[in-house]
C-alpha cells in the first residue's frame, strides 16, 4: 500500500506544521525538496531533513513508469483547438494543458488574434475542441478586443454574452504587478473554472523596465521566476498557459536557428512549446513549432479571418 500522505510517514506535527507553511504538503513535495533550503528554513539539522526526504522518496518508489503508461498520459491530456485544423495539427492535436505555450512573432503576426480564439474556444465542450472552462486574459499591453470575442464567439454560435462573461479580464500596469496577478492565480483558477490563462504579452514589461544589454541578467532572472510561477500554475491546475513575445521580424533567419539569431525567446530555458508566426500574403499567416522534440519540423498556413482564426 503506498504511503500517500506526510501524517503516514510519521513526521510530528511540528515539523509538519512548518512544512505546510513553506508550501510543502505532499510527499511528492517533500521528496523533490532541497535539503539544505529546507534545513535554513525549518532551523533543522541538514542530517534530520536528508532523512525526512529520502523517507519520502522510499515512500513512493522510484516512480518508474513504462512508456505505454507516458504516452497515454500524454494523449489523454485535453487540448484546446485553434480554429485551424491545420495550425491544430501543427500542434499535434491543439494548444495542450499543463503547458505553456509561447507565441513569438513579429508586430501583427497574430499572436494576439490567437489569443482571442483561445479565450472563446477554451468554453466549447471537449467534443467540440475546447475543455468547457473560462479563461483569464492578462493583458499588458491595451489590446484586447471585447468586439473580437464578441464576433467569435458568434461565428461559431457561441452566445456572445456568455463568451465575454467567461472571460476574466486584467490589464496589467508593469511588471511587478504582472507577477503579482500571477501570485493570485493560485487562488483564482480553482474558483472560477479556469482552463486558459493569457499573458499577452508576457515580455513587453519586462523590455521597457529593463533595457539594454546592461539589464539584461535581472530581467532574465525576473522573467525566469514569472515563467516558473506560470509553469507551477500549468501543472497545479491543469490549466493551458498561453503567453506571447514581440520579436522583430527576421525572415532571412526564419530557416535556420532562429532561437540564437532572434534572440530574447522567454522559453528559452523552460519546458514547453515555442510557436514562430509570420506573416504571409494578406490574411494569411505561417506557423513553426521550434524546438519540439516530440513534434514533426513542419509549417501550418492559417488565415486571420472576421470570424478568427481559421484554415
Ligand atoms: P500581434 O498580436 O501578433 O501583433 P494581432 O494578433 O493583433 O498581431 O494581429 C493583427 C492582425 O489581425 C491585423 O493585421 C489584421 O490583419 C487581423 N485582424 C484583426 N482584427 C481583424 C478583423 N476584425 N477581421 C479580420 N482580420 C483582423
Ligand atoms: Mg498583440
Redesign the pocket.
Known amino acids: 500500500s503506498k504511503v500517500k500522505s506526510l501524517e503516514e510517514l510519521g513526521i510530528s506535527s511540528t515539523i509538519l506544521k512548518k512544512l505546510q507553511e513553506m508550501g510543502i504538503t505532499t510527499v511528492e513535495a517533500l521528496a523533490a525538496a532541497n535539503a539544505q533550503e529546507l534545513s535554513q528554513n525549518l532551523a533543522i539539522p541538514l542530517q534530520t531533513v536528508q532523512r525526512l526526504i529520502s523517507q519520502a522518496r522510499n515512500a513512493l518508489g522510484l516512480g518508474l513508469k513504462t512508456a505505454l503508461e507516458i504516452k497515454k498520459e500524454r494523449m489523454s491530456l485535453p487540448k484546446i483547438t485553434t480554429g485551424s485544423k491545420n495550425l491544430d495539427t501543427l500542434l499535434g492535436g491543439g494548444i495542450e494543458v499543463k503547458t505553456i505555450t509561447e507565441l513569438f512573432?513579429?508586430?501583427?503576426?497574430?499572436?494576439?488574434?490567437?489569443c482571442h480564439q483561445l479565450a472563446v474556444n477554451v468554453q466549447l465542450p471537449p467534443e467540440k475542441g475546447g475543455l468547457s472552462k473560462r479563461a483569464i486574459y492578462i493583458d499588458t499591453e491595451g489590446?484586447f478586443r471585447w468586439e473580437?470575442i464578441e464576433?467569435m464567439a458568434r461565428a461559431i454560435g457561441m452566445n456572445p454574452d456568455e463568451a465575454m462573461e467567461n472571460i476574466l479580464y486584467v490589464r496589467a500596469v508593469n511588471s511587478d504587478h504582472q507577477m503579482a496577478i500571477a501570485e493570485e492565480l493560485k487562488e483564482i483558477i480553482p474558483k472560477e473554472n479556469i482552463g486558459l490563462v493569457v499573458v499577452?504579452s508576457i515580455t513587453g514589461h519586462f523590455r521597457a523596465e529593463y533595457p539594454g544589454r546592461e539589464n539584461l541578467a535581472v530581467r532574465q532572472q525576473k522573467l525566469n521566476r514569472h515563467l516558473h510561477q506560470l509553469m507551477s500554475i500549468a501543472e497545479l491546475f491543469d490549466v493551458a498557459v498561453v503567453v506571447?513575445n514581440?520579436v522583430m521580424a527576421r525572415p532571412d533567419v526564419f530557416y535556420g536557428d532562429p532561437t540564437v539569431a532572434i534572440g530574447g525567446h522567454v522559453l528559452y530555458h523552460a519546458p514547453g512549446i515555442r510557436v514562430q508566426?509570420k506573416k504571409s500574403r494578406g490574411?494569411r499567416r505561417i506557423a513553426r513549432v521550434v524546438d519540439a522534440p516530440h513534434l514533426p519540423e513542419s509549417e501550418a498556413v492559417f488565415a486571420?479571418?472576421?470570424a478568427g482564426i481559421r484554415d
Open positions: 512573432g513579429e508586430f501583427g503576426s497574430g499572436k494576439t488574434q490567437i489590446t473580437r464576433a499577452d506571447t514581440q508566426l490574411n486571420i479571418t472576421e
